[in-house]
């Protein structure tokens, strides 16, 4: 799978003019984690945010030492959970009644500030 079908699981819109754009699935025996990462400018990371329905705003994490396994390492990106500053929010759809992810049962954004006002958004879900 690609970005495309991720992004469709999600039920997330990749931003127009969204750059860098890497999506797959880690196909586990209980449940598959689908990845999706996309640059885009800090309001349109904002907006895709908040339309998981989080009860919490982005908010910055204690950052982990070393994740619990390798996931966005197989799209050649650092994991988001190490990454200084990155910003969080995560969300049970089915708790917050958001139908439209009614096959998700947890999804996570980190969002991490790049060069030139731009940011890269790491999507992570089951």
Known sequence: MGAAQVSDFMKVK???GATEVKGAVQVNPRED???LSFVTDEKQAV?????????APL????????????LFGHLGLAEPQILESA????VCPPCVKDERRSEVAWI?????????G???VYLQAF
């Open 14 to 16: 990749v931003p127009k």
């Open 118 to 120: 731009k940011v890269r």
């Open 33 to 35: 984690i689908y990845l």
């Open 108 to 116: 996570e954004t980190y969002v991490h500030a790049q060069a030139q």
């Open 47 to 55: 907006q895709v945010a908040e339309d998981l329905r989080s009860d």
């Open 59 to 70: 908010r910055v994490r204690k950052h982990d030492v070393q994740p619990a396994g390798e």
């Open 87 to 90: 910003r969080w929010a995560g």
